[in-house]
């Protein structure tokens, strides 16, 4: 379990990477808190030629809030997010996912642009941006560009990242009037990658949820949205009843595949829990 | 007197024995201060890493390492004929399990492979960097062949043999027919049977296997540094096999990161790297990584049992099983692989007094890893498939399952007693213990509370497991079976002028306190301050023969060579002193590291005073004393084959019908291991074992695909039990010491694990009956709980 020989640079500013990514082209790779990269290292699951540190980019550093808009830096570690004051005002359902990855030394390391970026079906940070309807702000010798979290995860462990590019923050409008967020999840272990986990977001207006986004990790190639389940709740008051009519239709959503600890089946179901506990709660906080 | 010292007169003697103190070796290891094998540097110390079979079963087609020669760093490559010219291959079968085959095992595998993860070629390198870049280059070409997967069809006529030789895949069969078994089922009031499965896992140890073998050509010596149970089994194994006398070979054991009876066998990867220190004549250094780990280390259990019981008049009166397990492709070396089904055999309905008993095992060869003895050999297996048996019995009786074990458990007053399949029983106290469990688990109060909790939908449960444990084993184990294991111990204890002691002894410290443990025996039996005593383990050339630790012997074997070895070093201080102080050896003790007068207490001479006396001014002694400070005892037991220990193991845990899950809310043991030495090292031994008892019940699992390769191998996919899920163990204790010896402490290292699985799975059962669900396969996964209800 020792890595294939590579090289290693740690570039001071975001110029001096983009010339190391034009160098070394597809040989090259990003490095940020290593917790998932460096493991496929040491298994040799990948090889490439220099491991290209950004942890010094300061460019990629910070949390702030402006005009509306929460900016988290792509360096963010988890526990810093999980910590984080404007994220737990403007978008708690980041915070209360992060508590759910790993272990605190997982999380003291592992940043929230590496988790995006490195895009693990299960992992519960793609699924949160996604139901916060989050933009992604990634640099290239170009210029910047902006990607929204929908266009984002295209398939298993592969994003809209172009080669040279690098994901620098997140957006994520601070949470309006009337939005809750509800998250939760099933793992073997607590810290372990989720069987299925469930990121939620809607507005609530008395009994009655509109614009609701269910978004499911560890179910498929990338973080999925339950639309027919969305469909079938909005503008309704959440009642058992209904929540048994959107867990019969989760069917049409997912279609989870078999992996060591649960069949498909098995994640379907606990999707149908998770959905109606998730629903539930919020449903519930509002009151 | 000094006043700091921790002794008081009272106290003395053996004051240390019943006392937590603290383990000498902690605050080494809890400062990063541990010396563990791989620590170790030697100069021109080269490093081996292993091509591994990518296939579970096929025929090796071609090897070309000619392009990982050139490889940086490349120092020998070296694969399956070349290795056997080097390194003979083992046949693991010991005579008195009758029948038992097995192939012969080379060190490479050669012609053909038989599971995914054995070694086919061994690349040494100047790092393992280096070793695993080249390794990568190696190019095998195999012919795949149709794998043996699944144990229940390994021995049908249409399934492949996996050596040709042998002509079948049954590796080993056994039958126990005792009392009337068919009458007993037909005078049956009830009759409950089960179909069960006890996943294959293993043992994780946190430090993997290593070792750096280290031969010298110019003295004709090799010396192995290992992390190991038994250094002198280990010593036999390389001599027999790498031709060198067995007295030129020395292994050295220091820390050991946990053991768990994964490091007692013959590995090929360790045998292999052994030859190749002989080979180059220079230091070979083998690490197992967590990834050939899982798919190098021995696995356990993977047992199928149908099994039966008949209940008359409210008791158990009959019991039958059949067993089968699957091995992997070969009886692992020497202790072979028969062990697991023949104490499972041994060991079902331990606990109980029934007469009528029918038994059939089958052992048989698979493509998959090997499979060999892990902590609580057979145990979980015998006592999920009694206590499962039990609890179905009471449901069929409609009994309150506490009852029927209470009616049915061997009466405390019936010792000796031989068991159903013939095991004898010195002493023990299931009665006791179990009327002890219900108090303490207050199962009156639980079961009403279950009751009340079911009316608002919370599905709790409770599970009860009775069981026995094999410790303190005698030649019987082994030794009679030709393996050159030692069931005897020494320890050999020694007073320095500085009034210091010195214990070596055979057995090992794996991290469990074994060398707490001997030196609390030897500083109670001497009488000095637990300070002053060192212990010296794991080494063959400096430590007295032994057979190392398994089979919970440390404390019941060697700690009654120290108990011994200790009384006799006093024994000769005494008579020195009587000698230089001109008063009768019976009037004199030695408290607190000094000679005192026995009856006033008042202190005679200091042991650091005597010790420079006889060493350095012998001629101050009298005329005729020939002192002799240096004291060596031994022992094994022989009156009984295994000095048995008894418990009974509780849990208490909430399963969500929802979704599966298993809650873990509560775990009680009630403990007999006899005489209890240091009742903290002997609490962590239980909780321990129960953890891995409670991986077994609900996490560890070695998956396998129907083309014989491990899907889980990785810790990610491999699930260990991880603190935040465990529960609070409160453990109770009673001491029924065995009369074999004068210490009278048995062991207790394997008792957790061999009950807690049963009382997980009972409680399981218990919590989601009323729903109508009912497990039957460890580990109880939130699926296959969910499909006991008909969920998914
Ligand atoms: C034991 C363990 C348990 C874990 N459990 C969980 C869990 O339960 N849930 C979970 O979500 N995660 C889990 N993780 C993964 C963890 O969250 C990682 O931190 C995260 O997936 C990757 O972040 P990183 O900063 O470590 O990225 P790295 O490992 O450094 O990089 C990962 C990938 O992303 C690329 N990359 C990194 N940063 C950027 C960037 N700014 N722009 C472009 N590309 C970039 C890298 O090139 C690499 O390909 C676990 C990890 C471990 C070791």
Not at chain 2, 608 to 613: I, N
Request: glycine share 10%.
């Amino acid at each position: 379990m020792k890595p294939a020989p590579f090289d290693y640079a740690k570039p001071a500013s975001l110029e001096e990477a983009f010339s190391l990514l034009d160098g070394h082209g597809e040989d090259a790779r990003l490095l940020a808190g290593g917790q998932s990269l460096l493991p496929t290292l040491n298994m040799r699951l990948s090889a490439p030629a220099i491991l290209v540190d950004i942890s010094a980019l300061e460019a990629l550093r910070g949390i702030s809030i402006d005009n509306g808009m929460l900016r988290i830096g792509a360096l963010t570690t988890h526990t810093e997010l999980k910590a984080s004051k404007e994220v737990a005002r403007a978008a708690p359902l980041l915070a209360e996912a992060a508590s759910h990855i790993a272990h605190p030394a997982v999380r003291n390391r592992g940043t929230f642009g590496g988790s995006l970026a490195h895009a693990d079906p299960a992992a519960e940070l793609p699924a949160c941006v996604l139901a916060l309807d989050a933009s992604l702000e990634i640099a290239g010798r170009g210029g910047t560009r902006k990607v929204a979290a929908a266009d984002f995860f295209h398939g298993l462990f592969e994003t809209d990242l172009g080669p040279g590019e690098i994901l620098t923050a997140v957006e994520v409008p601070v949470l309006r009037k009337g939005f809750r967020s509800g998250f939760a999840e099933f793992a073997r272990r607590s810290g372990d990658f989720a069987m299925s986990a469930l990121a939620a977001h809607g507005r609530f207006d008395g009994e009655r949820v509109h614009e609701l986004r269910l978004v499911y990790a560890g179910v498929d190639i990338r973080p999925v949205r339950a639309q027919t389940a969305e469909q079938t709740v909005e503008g309704k008051a959440v009642t058992a009843d209904l929540l048994a009519d959107a867990m019969a239709r989760l069917g049409d959503d997912l279609d989870p595949m078999d992996d060591p600890h649960a069949s498909g089946v098995m994640k379907l179901h606990l999707s149908g829990v998770l959905l109606g506990r998730v629903l539930s709660a919020m449903a519930g906080a509002h009151r | 007197m000094t006043d700091k010292s921790p002794l008081s007169i009272h106290d003395l003697p053996n004051s240390y024995i019943g006392r937590s103190v603290p383990r000498p070796n902690t605050r080494r290891l809890a400062e990063g201060r541990g010396a563990f094998t791989d620590d170790l540097t030697l100069a021109r110390m080269a490093h081996v890493a292993f091509v591994r079979s990518p296939h579970a079963h096929a025929e090796i087609k071609s090897i070309d390492v000619s392009p990982a020669e050139k490889s940086p760093g490349v120092i020998r490559i070296v694969a399956g004929e070349e290795m056997a010219r080097h390194c003979t291959p083992w046949v693991g079968v010991l005579t008195h399990l009758k029948g038992l085959k097995s192939a012969p095992q080379y060190a490479l595998a050669v012609g053909r492979v038989r599971w995914q993860g054995e070694p086919v070629v061994a690349v040494v390198a100047r790092t393992r960097a280096a070793a695993e870049d080249a390794a990568a280059l190696v190019e095998v070409s195999y012919e795949p062949l149709e794998p043996v997967v699944d144990m229940e069809t390994a021995l049908d006529p249409s399934t492949p043999v996996l050596h040709p030789e042998l002509g079948d895949n049954l590796a080993f069969e056994r039958i126990v027919d005792a009392g009337d078994v068919d009458a007993a089922f037909a005078e049956a009031d009830f009759v409950a049977d089960e179909v069960l499965h006890f996943g294959r896992h293993t043992g994780v140890t946190l430090e993997p296997r290593v070792l750096v073998a280290d031969y010298n050509p110019g003295a004709g010596k090799l010396t192995v540094h290992m992390s190991t149970q038994a250094p002198h089994m280990m010593k036999n194994i390389f001599a027999t096999h790498t031709g060198i006398d067995e007295d030129d070979v020395r292994v050295i054991c220091k820390d050991v990161g946990g053991s768990f009876g994964i490091k007692i066998h013959t590995y090929p990867d360790d045998m292999a790297a052994v030859a190749l220190s002989v080979m180059l004549k220079r230091p070979v250094k083998f690490v197992a990584d967590r990834l050939e780990s899982f798919v190098s280390d021995i696995h356990a259990r993977d047992h199928r049992v149908k099994a039966k019981i008949a209940v008359r008049g409210g008791r158990i009166t009959a019991i039958e099983i059949d067993d089968l397990t699957g091995i992997g492709p070969y009886s692992v070396y020497p202790r072979t692989s028969a062990v697991e089904c023949n104490q499972v055999l041994n060991l079902v309905g331990g606990p109980y007094d029934f007469a009528n008993y029918r038994a059939v095992g089958r052992v048989v060869l698979q493509n998959k890893n090997i499979m060999c003895q892990y902590r609580a050999v057979g145990h979980p297996v015998a006592f999920g498939v009694t206590e499962a048996l039990v609890d179905s019995a009471a449901r069929a009786a409609d009994m309150d399952p506490a009852e029927l074990r209470r009616n049915s458990l061997v009466p405390d007053d019936a010792y000796p007693y031989t068991g159903a399949s013939g095991i004898r029983f010195e002493a023990l106290s299931h009665q006791k213990s179990f009327e002890k469990m219900l108090q303490l688990m207050d199962y009156e109060g639980l079961r009403a509370e279950q009751a009340r909790l079911r009316e608002n939908g919370v599905y709790r449960g409770i599970g009860l497991a009775a069981m026995i444990e094999v410790t303190n084993p005698s030649p019987m184990f082994y030794g009679v079976g030709g393996a050159h294991i030692s069931a005897r111990d020494g320890v050999t204890i020694r007073l320095d002028p500085t009034g210091g002691v010195t214990c070596a002894t055979g057995v090992t410290e794996q991290g469990q306190g074994t060398e707490a443990m001997i030196a609390q025996i030897a500083a109670s039996a001497i009488g000095v301050p637990l300070e002053k005593v060192r212990v010296v383990t794991g080494d063959t050339e400096t430590t007295p023969y032994g057979g190392g630790t398994w089979a919970s012997r440390g404390a019941g074997i060697a700690g009654e060579a120290a108990l011994q070895a200790g009384r006799a070093l006093r024994g000769n201080i005494l008579a020195v002193a009587a000698a230089m102080l001109q008063a009768e050896a019976d009037t004199l003790d030695i408290r607190n590291a000094a000679v005192v007068d026995t009856d006033s207490g008042s202190e005679r001479i200091t042991l650091a005073d005597l010790g420079k006396t006889v060493y350095f001014r012998g001629n101050e002694l009298p005329d005729g004393v020939s002192p002799e400070l240096v004291a060596t005892r031994h022992y094994s037991p022989r009156q009984y084959p295994f000095a048995f220990t008894n418990g009974v193991q509780a849990c208490w845990l909430e399963v969500d019908p929802d979704s599966g899950f298993v809650q873990l809310l509560d775990f009680w043991v009630v403990e007999d291991c006899g005489t209890v030495i240091n009742p903290q090292l002997v609490d962590e031994q239980i909780r321990g074992g129960v953890v891995q008892g409670i991986g077994a019940a609900l996490y560890e699992h070695c998956l396998y695909d129907d083309q014989g390769n491990m899907r889980n191998a990785t810790m990610a996919d491999y699930l260990v039990p991880m603190a935040t899920e465990m529960p609070d163990i409160t453990i109770e204790h009673l001491e029924t010491p065995t009369a074999e010896s004068v210490l009278g402490a048995k062991g207790v290292g394997e008792a957790g694990t061999a009950g807690a699985p049963a009382a997980v799975f009972n409680a399981i059962n218990d919590a989601i009956g009323v729903l109508g669900g009912k497990i039957t396969a460890i580990p109880a996964t939130p699926e296959s709980i969910l499909k006991a209800l008909g969920k998914v």
